[in-house]
Nanobody, 115 residues
Framework: QVQLEESGGGLVQAGGSLRLSCAAS????????MGWYRQAPGKQRELVAA???????NYTDSVKGRFTISRDNAKNTVYLQMNSLKFEDTAVYYC?????????WGQGTQVTVSS
């Protein structure tokens, strides 16, 4: 089992920045990929960014150049630095970890961008 604790969401004006963190505990030696998804009201959950244990990174097109994903393997933590936030970035952001062949999800953290 892997437990995930997210933090860093909040309310920010358009153009501002936020940093999300997701710390994993439990069977952390089996963690492979870590990533962030988001779900806006009335929309499907979508991948925002992901990073593998080898450091390969993938971003959805809408956040390229604005968001940066990183991970600290010593702390079993993944981060999402979000800059130049837009109103359309408003969503609940979820951390997801692939470990031991299973997906584990965080509880979600609300990010609200005011225009």
């Amino acid at each position: 089992q892997v437990q995930l604790e997210e933090s860093g969401g909040g309310l920010v004006q358009a153009g501002g920045s936020l940093r999300l963190s997701c710390a994993a505990s439990g069977i952390v030696f089996s963690i492979n990929a870590m990533g962030w998804y988001r779900q806006a009201p009335g929309k499907q959950r979508e991948l925002v960014a992901a990073i593998t244990s080898g450091g390969s990174i993938n971003y959805t097109d809408s956040v390229k150049g604005r968001f940066t994903i990183s991970r600290d393997n010593a702390k079993n933590t993944v981060y999402l630095q979000m800059n130049s936030l837009k109103f359309e970035d408003t969503a609940v952001y979820y951390c997801k970890v692939l470990a031991g062949g299973y997906d584990y999800w965080g509880q979600g953290t609300q990010v609200t961008v005011s225009s």
